[in-house]
């Protein structure tokens, strides 16, 4: 049974949502700001979290950044539907989806799974003898999803589920074009549509993380008005 954290200073949210992911069958966690959520998981992390934004004490976004120092555990974020910024910000600070209010449960609920089953895909817990639970070595980059690691020039890159899937796709086919849907189609299941922006977030913090450790990373090149490529050394 997987465990969820909801964190929202809105109660009303905090109980219809925690009822819908029992009735699913999902264990909740619920806390109503950033401080109290943040205390329970350095005791232990939930399997994932759904954090508000706009909270007392600490809000989502001081949340997300005290979370991405010692896990990459799935998060969604809760977003107004006015709040385009701090959806692009959440994003590059490595939140893997966000949800806008007022949301349809269902839809969560969806998007919930898809995290869980992206995680346990990259994590191991799905294991067959595919493309993409092989090793992989291109040039400078090794990745190897069975144990969620990724290294480039031997120097290790601590990337989200999101992250790691799209650098897969594209570094499996090297000199190839990826489409912003096809990227679509690898990081998100059907019945979840995220727009060409959250592509390009992902995109984005995956780039700044890489350059973490080589400031001259350049193997993801933008094709504008077509998508992705990576470029093998």
């Keep these: 049974m997987s465990k969820i954290a909801l964190v929202d200073d809105d109660r009303n949210i905090l109980t219809s949502v925690s009822m819908t992911l029992e009735a699913e069958g999902f264990e909740v966690e619920t806390y109503n700001d950033g401080q109290a959520a ?9 399997d994932m979290a759904v954090f508000d934004i706009k909270m007392p004490r600490m809000d989502g976004m001081d949340l997300l950044q005290r979370v991405r120092q010692k896990s990459r555990m799935p998060v969604i974020f809760l977003t107004s539907k006015d709040d385009e910024i701090d959806e692009v910000l959440g994003l590059r600070m490595g939140a893997d989806d966000y949800v806008k209010k007022p949301f349809s449960q269902r839809l969560l609920v969806e998007r919930i799974r898809a995290l869980l089953r992206r995680q346990e895909a990259v994590s191991g817990d799905i294991v067959g003898d595919t493309e993409e639970t092989k090793l992989m070595t291109r040039g400078s ?15 290790d890159v601590s990337l989200t589920v999101t992250e790691f899937l799209l650098l897969q796709a594209l570094a499996q086919r090297p000199g190839f074009v990826k489409s912003r849907d096809q990227l679509m189609d690898v990081a998100y299941d059907d019945q979840v549509y995220v727009d060409d922006r959250t592509i390009d977030s992902h995109i984005k913090r995956l780039r700044k993380k890489m350059r973490s450790v080589d400031p001259e990373f350049s193997a993801i090149e933008t094709l504008y008005g077509i998508g992705y490529r990576y470029n093998e050394e």
Excluded: I, Y
């Design 38 to 46: 943040l205390d329970a998981f350095n005791k232990k992390m939930p």
């Design 141 to 155: 980059l090794t990745m190897d999803p069975l144990r969620h690691a990724v290294s480039w020039r031997g120097a």
